[in-house]
Structures are given as structure tokens and as C-alpha cells.
């Protein structure tokens, strides 16, 4: 017996091969370019996705807003836990968003934003739930990846650049920042895939703008 | 059809109404004269010799440890209205109306003989009230007889069920006198006659026996072998719902106060099943010794009857409104109902269950981050980006013509902007609000910041100003 599984590994229960890789539910991000790059093709279900940006209002909400009009269309719901600003909804209606699907949750201090989120991530009634934490220790991580993997939402959570060099447990990190082209995606971490870069095109509700000219469009 | 009546007999009410402790021994006693008399006591006490019918000193001298209630009418009261309502699940014909004077227990009849078909049989109603009985946690003996009276005597002598006449009068007749519900002289009578048994008394010549003893033991003999009809006044749920329950002592933290809270939310929603209503709304007030009492409300998006969801509200609300001080009392009411969506939980169970953990989540949100922190987005009907959306109950569909393109983040209030930002394209020309005072003439822009950010950007007409007003991501 022991011979035969130092010939054939896989005889022997609980030995891990890196090549293989964990099956992984995912929801489609509706970027292809981006999706071509993670392993199953989109957001990880059930486990923590970290983008880590700076500067609000360089396309880092729009990331999100194929997967949030597809999840409210098809009758989910999605949590904005402590945003910086206020989603505007005008702004998310345009992008296809079905409004009545969308639950705002703006809690009063970063604890109370903390326990919103594993509330809402725990509970299986959302699709996805997008986070702006103000500060997140290891254990809030960890909390976090254990109530998104109960509830099985894609969970978001938003955390600035100085948040790259702390350890996480997050199955995904990708670093986002503006470049001419329009948004630049460094993916710091990928269970399952490999780090990578790649560039979106400008997510542009702004072309929608009239170039030139005055008065009502 | 024949009656069938069934006796819940509640041997320790008196003690149980007042929330004991469980484990230490305990009685309940009351004041005749200067005596102090146990009514009834606890198991751990019952097992030191402590008997109902001692004085207390007694007792105690029996079993020194021993925790004295003074028994409350009140709470009593409260009590049976709580065991009704667990009755009144299985029969509309609920009644605690005492009838036997001399009784300290205390007895909740209901009759069942209309609700058998409903429940296709004895057993099934049964297990139903048995499983509401033992949820609210009173010791209770049940007795079943085609009489009210006949089910109070087998109650009392914990006799198995009699389900028509012939079977109750066999099983009457072996019972000790003792236990009929006659004055005590009467009894005392009978047994002067050299009679020990139910069935010895039965069979008295029925003029005779009211001659010498009386038309009010005549009239019971004959209720209880069902020569007489038992005219009852009958229970109904109360509209608005109100429970008080008073503390012996005061209770210095939330953690104590638990216990006593899970009961009364075990009643209420014993209430709320037998109205088949859940509840949208109810306030529990804390009573205190030597401040004003703290009232904490709790809403629900939508009704709930489960009495373990309303106490996760609760300790949410409570977390967030600490107590000025111990409390004495609580009074929980509630006047708002709805039926909630269980009678389609055969039919559709995973969207009920669906339904169930979405209200669930959404009011422990609401409970401990206040209504204003969980909100829906909503479209209002008006140009003005300030005044073009609103906050909405969560889940209410806006109705409103969508605008063209529109940023995603919008700033709470537009910020004045020190020099000109770099517009990349615009403009866009708004104008309005002369009708409600705040006119505004702007002309938008989006601008790009040196960092890359995106910015919703307008330029005060009437002032010449630029201020940024969302951000485009």
C-alpha cells in the first residue's frame, strides 16, 4: 500500500498538488479582459476580494457595476456598507442597476460599519457586498472571510494603498489606479491564478457627455 | 355532538407566575390572618418535606434555604391570560372562569369537541397544545372528560382520559371524595355519612342529596355528570397587547433581564399564534427604581410571530440604549399587526425561508444601527442632483424618469472649488427650483483631477463659483 502511493500521490488523502485548483464559485465581473485573468472567470463567491486604491472616483466603483446591475436584475441584492460618498442613484439606474435591489447601510462608526458587514456578508440574502472599511485588523479579515464563505456573497472590501504590504487572507487583491487608459488593474494576489497587470479601458459614462457646445444636451 | 372538555390544571402557578429560580427551592405562600401558609412550592423544595397547606415557619424550619414568595393576583391573572392564548391555538371556547371556591390551583378549561375534525383526532390536538403548553414553561396536568367538571376531577386525581360518558363514570367512581369540587363542610358531611368515594355519592338518590346538602352541591353534582350545562363566559385575544411583569427585586443588568424577557416574548408570541397575527411593532418599557422608565421600541420590516427573532431586536436596541439604572418592572405592548407569510410555507418553501433570513438581517441592521442607517436609493422627480434622489425604505422601486448620464458617488453638499478645474467635456446647462425657493443656474462640467479622479464639477451662473458636486467612477 505505502509503495503504491509513493507512486501515485494522490492515493494518499490529504496531500495537497499546487497544480490543482480549488474549485472556486465565481460571479462573471462583466469585464473580460479582467475575467480572462482570474481563475473561474470572475469574482470569487464566498471569499473576500480586497481593491486596494487610493482615490475615490477614479473608476473603482464602476469596477463593480456590471456584477451589481446583473445581480439586481436578476432579483439579488447588494449592500453598500460605509461608502465615502453617496452612491448616487441616478448614476447606479444608468449603469442598469434595479435600485429597489440596493440596501445602503451607513453606520455610525467604523465598528458598527465592521459589524454591518459580517451581518450582511454572513446572511445569504445578498449577492455582493461592497465595503469601505476605515480600519481592518487581521482578526476583522479573517471575521470577514468567515462570514462571506457562511453567507456565499462576492464580498468587496475597499482599503487603501498602505493596506498592500499587510498580510490577508483575502482570495483576491488587486490594486486599482488611474492611468491614461483608463484604469489600471495590478492583481497582487490570486488564489488559484497567478499575479498579473492589465489595463481596462476608461469606464466612461462621460462620453455619454456632449463634447462641445452649451445648454441643455 | 357531545362535549369533550379539557382541564389544564396548573398545581404551581401561584409560584411559577413570579419567575423563580429553578434550582434553589422556592414556595409561594399566602396571608391568612397572621399565619403565612405555603400554597405551593418548587421540586427541589417539595424534596425537603416542604408541603402546600404548612406555615411557612415550617417550611423554612424544614428546609432553611428555602426562597419565600408572597403569591400576586396580578401576575397570576397575567398568567392565565398567557396559558389562554396557548389554549385558544387549538378551540375559540377557552375559559378560566373559577369555579370551585375553595381551590388554590388554578385551571384553564377548554372545550374541544368542534376542533376534533380540524385536527382529525384527540391526538394531534393534543400534541399541539402540549407543545404551546410546554413553550411558556408552567407544570400543567391535563385531564379530558364530556364534562367540565368531570375534567377537572380527573385533572386533579391525574386520571387518564375519558373520552364519553361511560368511561368517565368508571373512571369517576374509584376517585376519593376529597377531590370533588364542593365546600369543605359539605365534604366533611358526606364523609360523616360514611361515604368515601365518588362513586358512593353518585349514587345517592339525587332529591335527597339536595335536600340535605344544598342546591350549590346538587347543581355541581349535576354539571359534573352532565345533567346540567356548564355556562361559561369564554376567552378572547385582547386587540392591543400589554404585559407587565413585576420583579421581586430589581435587576441590575441587561443579562438578568434575559431570562424574564425570553418568557414574556414566549407569551407573546403564544399571543400572536393563537390570533394568527405577527406583530410590526411592540415597545418593551424598563421601569426603574429611581429614574424614569426607558422605553425601547423595536419595528420590523416585516411581521414576525418567532419569538427568538424579537429577542435578537431586542438586545440589539437594548446594546444601543444603555439603562439609567436597575429595573423594577417591564411592560411589554404592542398594538400594530399583520399577519406574516407562513400559511404558504407548504407551498413555497425556499422563497418563505428566503424571505425569512432577508427580514431577519435587515432588522437586526435597523435595530442596532437605527432606522436612518439602512436605507433603499431612491429617484425623486426633480433636475437639482441634491434633490434627484432620496432615501427610500429598503426595497421600494423608484418609479421616476431616469436621467442621462449621472456620476456614481454624489458629494452630501457641493464644494466650493479653489481655482478652475480642468473640464474635459460639458457643458451641461441646469436651471430650476424657483418654485421652492432654492433657484439654481449651473452649467456642469466633468474635470479631470491630477490624480486621475474623475469630478462632477458646476459653475455658479448667478455667482461665477465652481464647486464639485460628485465624482464619476
Not at chain 1, 494603498?161 to 487583491?173: D, E, G, I, K
Not at chain 2, 350549590?216 to 378572547?236: E, H, M, Q, S
Not at chain 2, 437586526?364 to 439602512?374: C, F, H, I
Not at chain 2, 451662473?461 to 467612477?473: A, D, E, P
Request: with cysteine; hydrophobic share 40%.
Amino acid at each position: 500500500m505505502q509503495a503504491a502511493a509513493f507512486q501515485n500521490p494522490s492515493l494518499i488523502r490529504g496531500v495537497w498538488r499546487g497544480r490543482e485548483r480549488a474549485i472556486q464559485t465565481t460571479e462573471p465581473t462583466g469585464w473580460t479582459a479582467l475575467n480572462s485573468h482570474l481563475p473561474g472567470d470572475g469574482w470569487p463567491v464566498g471569499s473576500v476580494t480586497e481593491l486596494i486604491c487610493d482615490r475615490t472616483g477614479i473608476g473603482e466603483f464602476g469596477l463593480l457595476m456590471p456584477l451589481v446591475a446583473r445581480l439586481t436584475n436578476a432579483g439579488k441584492r447588494v449592500a453598500f456598507v460605509a461608502p465615502p460618498y453617496l452612491p448616487y442613484a441616478h448614476g447606479l439606474a444608468g449603469h442598469g442597476v434595479k435600485l429597489g435591489r440596493v440596501v445602503l447601510l451607513s453606520p455610525e462608526s467604523p465598528d458598527e460599519a465592521l459589524w454591518a458587514a459580517e451581518q450582511t456578508l454572513r446572511s445569504s440574502s445578498f449577492g455582493l457586498v461592497a465595503v469601505w472599511p476605515k480600519a481592518v485588523s487581521d482578526r476583522d479579515l479573517r471575521r470577514l472571510q468567515l462570514a462571506a464563505e457562511t453567507g456565499g456573497a462576492v464580498a468587496v472590501l475597499y482599503r487603501p494603498r498602505s493596506a498592500a504590504s499587510q498580510h490577508s487572507t483575502a482570495a483576491l487583491r488587486i490594486a486599482v489606479s488611474s492611468s491614461e487608459m483608463g484604469l489600471k488593474l495590478e492583481i497582487l494576489k490570486n488564489r488559484g491564478g497567478s499575479p498579473s497587470e492589465l489595463s481596462l479601458p476608461l469606464l466612461n459614462d462621460s462620453t455619454r457627455f456632449r463634447k462641445t457646445g452649451a445648454g441643455w444636451a | 355532538m357531545p362535549l369533550l372538555w379539557t382541564a389544564i390544571r396548573l398545581p404551581c402557578l401561584p409560584l411559577e407566575a413570579l419567575s423563580p429560580s429553578a434550582t434553589e427551592p422556592s414556595a409561594a405562600f399566602e396571608r391568612k390572618g397572621n399565619r403565612r401558609l405555603v400554597v405551593c412550592c418548587n421540586k427541589p423544595a417539595e424534596a425537603s418535606g416542604v408541603v402546600s397547606g404548612m406555615t411557612l415557619s415550617a417550611a423554612t424550619a424544614l428546609c432553611p434555604g428555602l426562597r419565600e414568595h408572597e403569591r400576586r393576583p396580578a401576575a397570576e391573572r397575567a398568567a392565565l391570560g398567557a396559558l389562554s392564548a396557548a389554549a385558544y391555538q387549538v378551540t375559540d371556547q377557552v375559559s378560566v372562569q373559577p369555579t370551585a371556591p375553595q381551590s388554590s390551583a388554578h385551571t384553564v378549561w377548554l372545550e374541544v369537541a368542534n376542533s376534533l375534525r380540524m385536527f382529525q383526532g384527540l391526538d394531534a390536538l393534543l400534541a399541539k397544545l402540549n407543545s404551546a403548553l410546554d413553550r411558556l414553561g408552567y407544570s400543567y396536568i391535563l385531564g379530558i372528560a364530556p364534562t367540565l367538571e368531570g375534567a377537572s376531577l380527573l385533572a386533579s386525581a391525574d386520571q387518564p382520559f375519558a373520552t364519553d360518558r361511560q368511561q368517565f363514570l368508571v373512571a369517576a367512581r374509584r376517585l376519593p371524595l376529597s377531590l370533588l369540587g364542593m365546600k369543605e363542610e359539605t365534604t366533611e358531611a358526606l364523609r360523616g355519612c360514611g361515604m368515601r368515594t365518588v362513586g358512593e355519592v353518585l349514587a345517592l338518590p339525587h332529591s335527597e342529596f339536595a335536600m340535605r346538602f344544598g342546591q350549590d352541591a346538587t347543581d355541581y353534582l349535576g354539571r359534573l355528570i352532565g345533567r346540567l350545562p356548564d355556562v361559561r363566559r369564554f376567552y378572547k385575544p385582547p386587540d392591543k397587547y400589554r404585559r407587565y411583569f413585576e420583579f421581586e427585586g430589581e435587576l441590575e443588568s441587561t443579562g438578568a433581564l434575559l431570562f424574564p424577557l425570553r418568557r414574556m416574548l414566549v407569551e407573546f408570541q403564544e399571543y400572536l399564534i393563537a390570533r394568527d397575527t405577527g406583530v410590526r411593532e411592540f415597545q418593551l418599557e424598563l421601569e426603574h427604581a429611581d429614574a424614569p422608565s426607558t422605553t425601547v421600541a423595536v419595528g420590523m420590516s416585516a411581521p414576525s410571530r418567532d419569538a427568538a427573532h424579537l429577542l435578537v431586536l431586542l438586545r440589539e436596541r437594548m446594546e444601543r440604549a444603555p439603562m439609567p439604572g436597575p429595573v423594577r418592572a417591564l411592560t411589554l405592548a404592542a398594538s400594530r399587526f399583520a399577519a406574516p407569510r407562513v400559511q404558504q410555507r407548504e407551498l413555497f418553501v425556499t422563497r418563505t425561508k428566503e424571505d425569512e433570513e432577508w427580514s431577519s438581517v435587515i432588522d437586526r441592521l435597523t435595530a442596532r444601527l437605527g432606522a436612518e442607517a439602512v436605507k433603499g436609493l431612491g429617484l425623486a422627480d426633480d433636475y437639482r442632483p441634491e434633490k434627484s434622489w432620496c432615501q427610500v425604505p429598503v426595497g421600494s422601486e423608484s418609479k421616476i424618469v431616469l436621467q442621462k448620464s449621472r456620476p456614481l458617488w454624489l458629494l452630501p453638499e457641493p464644494r466650493p472649488l479653489v481655482g478652475i478645474p480642468r473640464c474635459v467635456t460639458g457643458p451641461e446647462r441646469m436651471e430650476g427650483g424657483w418654485w421652492d425657493g432654492l433657484d439654481v443656474a449651473r452649467d456642469y462640467y466633468l474635470a479631470k483631477a491630477k490624480d486621475g479622479a474623475r469630478l462632477w464639477v458646476y459653475r455658479d451662473r448667478n455667482t461665477g463659483g465652481w464647486f464639485l458636486q460628485g465624482l464619476w467612477s
